[in-house]
């Protein structure tokens, strides 16, 4: 995740049966420029691509790799792609600027009961830190500035009984963040999967989950312009069915998923096969994408508008 600055600034600068039921109808060819950042939340067009669901539905679905929400927010700005994956909180400081995208689909999602410990703050494991209250002053970091890393980060802090707004935010990659442990250049981090695994290997966790934003929410979208979603209602309504039956079909083959992951996306297997595994949002709903929204306007300093104004509407 990046931050608010960080994405005006690129903006402006430029089982598997079931899961095919819905998708299986012939239909014609159709392409679909797609963005997706390197991460198992924004994994689902990879598996729709190779389990043939997309191909099922129609659609030829050309998926690049770009760095960041912000990169992919830009790029659907300008129309160089159709569609890309956009965290909710980065849509919701997009959607501030009065910058207009809108949510077709959702995509990686936050569920208490199943993936608590996705993510977790950090300390070095000779850190006398024990509860929130001790990184009361110090040096937290988070792998993007005003992002819901640091929002994510701050909430654990706030709601364990320590104070957010004593501590001082950095930024720092996750793959670096055990080394700054290591090296006494940070107090704490906010990592998560499949770096908390590795992490944990030498730091030490204090707390884990996201439980203080909320029980369940959605983390990513995949979002597009008004114009090309209202230009294109029979691609958005096949990507739609696509991405619904590919998170029901994900949800339920985490070993399928894992090998996908590591030839598409360079995963290692060994670590695909000790981390908690990301969760697919199967069914689209206001109450899922406002708490990021809330989270991100408490501390960015805008205003929280409702959920339901990022989300596409087909016109009747």
């Not at 014609?28 to 420029?33: K, L």
């Not at 002053?137 to 993007?144: D, E, L």
């Not at 909430?155 to 004593?166: A, H, K, L, M, P």
């Not at 069914?283 to 508008?305: E, M, R, Y």
């Amino acid at each position: 995740m990046i931050s608010r600055a960080r994405a005006s600034a690129l903006l402006f600068g430029g089982a598997a049966l079931g899961a095919v039921t819905k998708i299986g109808r012939a239909q014609t060819g159709a392409t679909i420029h797609l963005a997706a950042i390197p991460t198992e939340n924004a994994a689902g067009p990879y598996y729709a691509k190779d389990m043939g669901f997309f191909a099922k539905a129609g659609l030829d679905v050309d998926i690049q790799s770009m760095p960041s929400a912000a990169a992919i927010a830009a790029a659907v700005t300008s129309g160089a792609i159709d569609i890309g994956y956009c965290a909710v909180d980065v849509l919701a400081s997009i959607h501030e600027k009065n910058i207009p995208l809108v949510v077709l689909a959702p995509g990686g999602e936050y569920l208490s009961s199943a993936n608590f410990r996705i993510a977790a703050i950090v300390v070095p494991a000779g850190s006398t830190a024990r509860q929130a209250k001790d990184l009361n002053g110090k040096v937290v970091a988070s792998n993007g500035l005003r992002s819901f890393g640091e929002e994510a980060a701050r909430v654990w802090i706030d709601t364990n009984g320590g104070d957010s707004t004593t501590c001082k935010y950095v930024e720092i990659p996750f793959p670096t963040m055990p080394a700054a442990l290591d090296t006494g250049r940070i107090d704490a981090a906010l990592v998560t999967e499949p770096f908390l695994t590795v992490a944990k290997k030498t730091a030490r966790v204090l707390g884990y989950g996201y439980d203080g934003i909320a029980k369940h929410f959605l983390v990513g979208t995949w979002v597009a312009t008004p114009q090309w979603a209202s230009a294109h209602p029979d691609l958005v309504k096949r990507f739609q069915e696509v991405m619904h039956d590919t998170a029901v079909w994900a949800n339920a083959s985490p070993a399928q998923t894992g090998g996908i992951l590591a030839r598409d996306m360079k995963f290692d297997p060994a670590l695909i096969a000790v981390m908690v595994r990301a969760r697919y949002t199967e069914q689209l709903t206001p109450a899922l994408v406002q708490p990021l929204i809330d989270v991100s306007a408490k501390f960015n300093g805008f205003k929280p508008f409702p959920a339901q104004d990022l989300i596409y509407t087909p016109a009747r």
